[in-house]
């Protein structure tokens, strides 16, 4: 990836790109704060309530010697109240980069497709670049590698999996998934792996029986079984996901050095048990933290600064 511009999807970047932010961001988790933002302002466009996204994005581009402009759902109204290619238009000549978190993936293609400034998926329904870039630097700072790992997802084929299942397949880690067969991940996601992973060595797998997916695997990972904007189908998604829920019992079936971890928030008592965020082999807290520096990486290559 280009410095100086957006980023959309996981599947913009190339297995390069991605170990340039985990390595970026491993420096720039040892500063306190440096100026590589210094004078830039940044705006936070959310539709959707948040706070790891916005805490982590607006303490990122502090550190950085920039400053954050928050904007709320209702001072905007994206798509009603103002149409998303005025927005991205006007925001254009006021600051010097977007945050966009957004109910539709739609919404973000369009704000950088009349943005003249870069912008970047702060979490769409189809992807969380973000997270799962995140989620490679937390894995890398446990495990020392990336390549030849099994990561093990339990639960919905939904935005993070999907940014996961295409950062996995770039970086040669095995993926498999475990879901209900009507909330698996969408075959254009799939093929689109399957392209990358033949040229990583990675292998994809997808099976019904979570025990088969755990088997083994050096991360374990799971998330909500609800996103939002789904809450109508809260009661079906329940009743479909009952025997997908990642406990003690079956955290045990993976290595013994497993790594379990969640985006959050959780759900305690349905996708996880409330326990589990505490267990030994729990690095929650730590995926958190590095929202933070992963975030403070993609900042500083987007806006053309980097820590090399």
């Known amino acids: 990836m280009a410095v100086s511009t957006s980023l959309l999807s996981v599947a913009s970047l190339t297995a390069d790109d991605i170990w340039r932010f985990v390595r970026d961001a491993a420096i720039l988790k040892q500063e306190t704060n440096s100026g590589s933002l210094s004078g830039k302002a940044v705006a936070l466009l959310f539709e959707k309530p948040s706070l790891r996204t916005r805490v982590s994005f607006e303490v990122a581009i502090r550190r950085l010697g920039g400053y ?28 010097d980069a977007i945050i966009a978190r957004t109910f ?38 446990k495990k020392g590698k990336l390549n030849g790992l099994r990561l093990a997802f339990i639960g919905d084929g939904n935005n993070v999996a999907r940014s996961l299942l295409l950062a996995t397949s770039l970086l040669g880690m095995d993926f498999c998934i475990a879901s209900p067969a009507q909330y698996g991940l969408d075959e254009e996601s799939l093929e689109l792996a399957r392209g990358f992973a033949s040229k990583s060595s990675a292998r994809i797998s997808i099976v019904l029986d979570p025990r088969r997916a755990v088997e083994n695997a050096d991360i374990v990972y799971t998330d909500v079984w609800t996103s939002m904007g789904q809450e109508a189908e809260a009661d079906e998604r329940r009743s479909a996901f009952a025997s997908y829920q990642l406990n003690a019992d079956l955290l045990a079936l993976a290595s013994k050095d497993v790594l379990f971890m969640h ?42 600064g980097s820590t090399t």
């Open 68 to 95: 954050a402009v928050y904007l709320s759902p209702t001072e905007v109204g994206l798509g009603r109240r103002e149409e998303i290619p005025d927005v991205a238009r006007t925001l254009s000549r006021y600051v």
């Open 104 to 141: 539709t993936h739609r919404t973000v293609e369009l704000l950088a497709g009349y943005a003249r400034i870069p912008v970047i998926n702060g979490l769409s329904d189809r992807e969380h670049p973000c997270q799962a870039l995140g989620d490679m630097l937390t894995i890398y700072e």
């Open 263 to 304: 985006p959050l928030p959780a759900h305690h008592g349905e996708e996880v048990t409330a326990d589990l965020l505490d267990h030994p082999r729990s690095v929650v807290f730590d995926q958190a933290e590095n929202r933070l520096h992963i975030q403070k990486a993609i900042l500083a290559r987007a806006l053309g």
